[in-house]
C-alpha cells in the first residue's frame, strides 16, 4: 500500500514529489496505484518541468533543490488565528527587516517578527512569528535582506467558519434545483433568473426551506451553440447572461411601443417551449433572448441606473474586460475552438489588433459588460427575496471545478494554467468505470502561490456578494487535481497538489464576512486527511445515502450506515445531480443508461445485479429503521414514492447540519439531469422538470405539487 524504498530513490520520483507530483495513491475502492513515468513526465512538463532524460531530470531536481535553499520568503503566507504555522525566512547577508501593511492600508510591524532557527550553509535560517492580534484579511508583508525584496500575501483566517446562529441553533433543511429546468410562461424556453426568483420565494413560503443549491452560473459563451455544461464555464468569475429574464430589467418598462411589441414578439417565439417535455432547446432560446436584449441595451438608462453600471465596471475592472473583449472577438472572428480561427493563440491581451478591435466595437463590448451588470442585479435580487422571505441562507451557489479550455481567462491569463496539452479530469470510481476527462485545463499552482491566489480571491468574495453558501464541486480539486495528458484517457493521469491552506483561508475570510457558508462536494476517490482538514475548517463535506455504507465500503450490497452516524459537519442528501432522480434510480434507469451508452466495463447482467443489491440494501435499512413497511419493500414498483419518502425520513434522523431533497424527488420526475462521462451522447443539463407522468411542472406550481407539498412536511417534522 506504499511505495518501495527502491522506487522512492528514483530521481524522477523524487523530483515529481518536489513538484508537488503524486506518484502513487488509493483509489476508491481502497486499491493502491502507481503513476506511471510517462505520467509524470507529461505532468512534470506542463508544470514547466524537463524530465525527459535521466540528464534533465538531475539538473532540474538540482535546479528545485537550490530553490529552495535560496527563497527568502514564500510569496504567499497563510496565517490561522490560534495556530502556530511555522513560516521560514531564509537571508543571506544577517537577519531582514519586515514591514506589515494592513489590508485597510495601516502598518503594524509589530504583529510579526523573526526568531533565528539555525545556520544552513551560507544561509541563516528564521522563523517568522505572526501575531494572533493580526485581523483576519489579506495583508502584504515586505522582507528585505539588503540583497533581495520580496512582497509576500499574508492570508489571515480564523481557524474556522464560524456557523451561523441560526444554523448552530437548529438543523436546516433546503432543495438542490436545476434552475434552467424549471420554466414559467415569462420564461424563454429556459428557467431564467426571474424564475429563480420565484423558486426562491415559494420554496420559503410554502415549504419552509432555508436554502436553495442550484446549478453553476458562471459565464457562458456569448452566442450559440451553447456549451449545456454549467461545470464547463468560459469564466467563473462571471455570471451566465443566457438566464437573464429581460421583462425584469428596468428599461423593459420604458421602451417605445414598437420597441415593446418586438421585444414580446421574441419572447412568444419561445416561449412555446416552456410547457414542451422534450430536451429544452438552449441555442433557440438565447437567440431569441439576445436580440430582445440588445433592444433593451439601446434603451436610454437615467442618470442614475448610468452611474451604477460605471461603478459596476469599475469594480470588476480588467477581468470584465477581459470578458467583454473575449466576447467581442468570438463574435467577430469566431469560435476560438474551430480550427480556421486562430485568434485564441495568436493575437492576446496586448496584440494592436485587440486594441483595434475594442475600439471599432466599442457598443458590442459595452454591451457585454451590460449583460454582465444585469446578471449580477437579478442574481442578487433573486437573493434578496429568499432572504426577505425569511430563508436563513437563501441562495446556495454551486462552484464548478475549472474553465473551459478557450475561455476568457485562458485567453486573457494564459499564465494562469498548467503550460501544454493537460486537463483535468479523475480516475475511475462510482459514477464512471473508465474514469472522466473534463477537457478544462488546470491551475498552475506555482502562478496561484506566487500570486497570493488572487484570482480565487476575488471569484469567492463574487459569489459570496449573491449567496448565503457555496458549494464546490470536486472539493477535493483544494488540495490536488487529476492532470491527463492529452491523448492518454483518465486512467493514466497524475495528482498535482495545491496549497489547500491558502484557499481555505479564503474560504473563511468570505464566508465570514458574508456570514455564509462553505459545503465541499467530497465524495468519489477523496483520502481521510481531505475530510479531517475540511472538517477541521468548518467546512461542510457531503453525505449521500446511496453512498453511505458501513465503514464506508465501496461495495453495493454491503449494508448502509445508520443515519445518526452521519457527519455532523455535512449536507446529507438522498441523492445528488450526477444520480438519477431517486424515482428512477429505484427503477433501475442508471442501468439502462449507462448500457445504451456504452459505459459499462462487465456486463450489463452483472452491473444490473449489483444495482438490485444496492437497492434491496437500502430497502433491509428502510424497514429496519421503522421508515418504510415491509410490504412496500417487497413491491417497489407500486410504492416508488413510499420509498423516496422513506429515504427523506431516514435522513431526517442523521445530526447534519444541512439536509437536502432533490425538487425531482419531490415532482416524481425519473431522467437524469446529468449521466457523467458523457457530452453528445446524452441530453446532459437540457432536461425540463416533469412529474412522474412526463408533464412540465412550471415554477409557479411546483410547490403548491402534492408530492413536493408531502415531502416538505418529512423535511420540516
Known sequence: MEESAERLARPLIQLAKSWGVSTSYIDQMGAYVEITDFALVHVLKALGVDASSDEKIDEALAAVKASQHEQLVAPTIVKFAGVSQPVEVRSKAGEPTLSLHLENGDIDNGLVHLEFQARDNDVDVYSLVISDELPAGYHTLTVSDGLRTVDAMLLCAPDRIPVPDAVAEKQRWGWMAQMYSVRSADSWGVGDYGDLKTLLR??????GADFMLINPIHATAPVSPL???????ESRRFMNVTYIRPQDIPEYKELSEKDLAEVDELHAQVAKDNTDPDPININDAWRAKRKALQIIFDQPRSEKRQAEFDAFKKAAGEDLEAFALWSVAFQIWGAPWEAKNDWFHTMGRDSEAIKELKDEHSEMFEFECWLQWIADQQVSAAQHEAKDHGMVL??????????????????????????GDVTVGCPPDFYNQQGQDWGQPPFNPNYMEATGYRVYRDMVHNMFTHAGAIRID?????????????????????????????????LTIEAMRANGMVIGEDLGTVPDYVRKVLSDHGVLGATVEWFARVDDSPNAGDPYADPKTYRKYSLASVTTHDLPPTAGYLQYEHVKLRDE?????EPVEEFRKTAEAEIQAMLDRLVEGGWLSKEAAEDVPNHVQEVVEAMHK?????????????LVDGTGERHSQNQPGTSTEYSNWRMPLTDADGKVVPTDKVFDQPRVQSLSKIMNA
Open 597 to 601: 451508452l456504452g459505459l459499462l466495463n
Open 474 to 506: 470536486h472539493v477535493l480539486g483544494l488540495f490536488r487535481l487529476w492532470w491527463i495528458p492529452a491523448g492518454e484517457g483518465p486512467r493514466n493521469g497524475a495528482y498535482v497538489a495545491y496549497n489547500y491552506d491558502a484557499m481555505i483561508a479564503i
Open 202 to 207: 415559494d420554496s420559503a413560503d410554502k415549504s
Open 227 to 233: 456549451e449545456p455544461s454549467p461545470y464547463l464555464p
Open 650 to 662: 431516514m435522513l431526517k434522523a442523521s445530526p447534519s447540519l444541512l439536509l437536502q431533497a432533490a
Open 394 to 419: 437563501g441562495l446556495m451557489q454551486d462552484m464548478a471545478v475549472g474553465v473551459h479550455s478557450y475561455g476568457s481567462d485562458v485567453w486573457w491569463s494564459p499564465e494562469r494554467f498548467a503550460v
